[in-house]
């Protein structure tokens, strides 16, 4: 085998030692990108929902549609329906669940008028407001 020959075999060797490392980031990219970054939302997005009134007691119907369709749109309608229900307190998912349940919780708390808030702030989590 001559020199060039050895320079082809090394550069191809290379080459495929590149292509698998370019594959791996790849693949830990779109799984990252699946998964999430694996960092919050910023807080202005979850500090923050109005659908434009606040419940008061005669328009019920019309606000619990909105808020339904506001909340799942943010991908939290599981904290409405408990489906699927929230884990254990034992779990390690549970104190990430508690953390956007009481998220959620804000958000309808925020569009209540403030007469009413006394009356629901006590319950336990969203789905049981």
Known sequence: M???????????????????????????IVNMLRNGLGIQQPQSNLDNLSIGFK??????????????????????????????????????????WEQADQTVFTWIIQNIEISLINNVSQFPTAKAL
């Open 2 to 28: 001559s020199f060039v020959d050895d320079e082809i075999g090394n550069n191809m060797n290379q080459n495929q030692n590149n292509s698998t490392i370019t594959d791996e980031l790849t693949l830990q």
């Open 55 to 96: 419940l008061n007691g005669d328009n019920y119907p019309l606000w619990a549609t909105l808020m339904k369709k506001a909340i799942g749109g943010r991908g939290k309608k599981s904290h409405l329906t408990g489906i699927p229900p929230a884990p254990e307190e034992i779990e390690p998912a549970y104190e990430k």
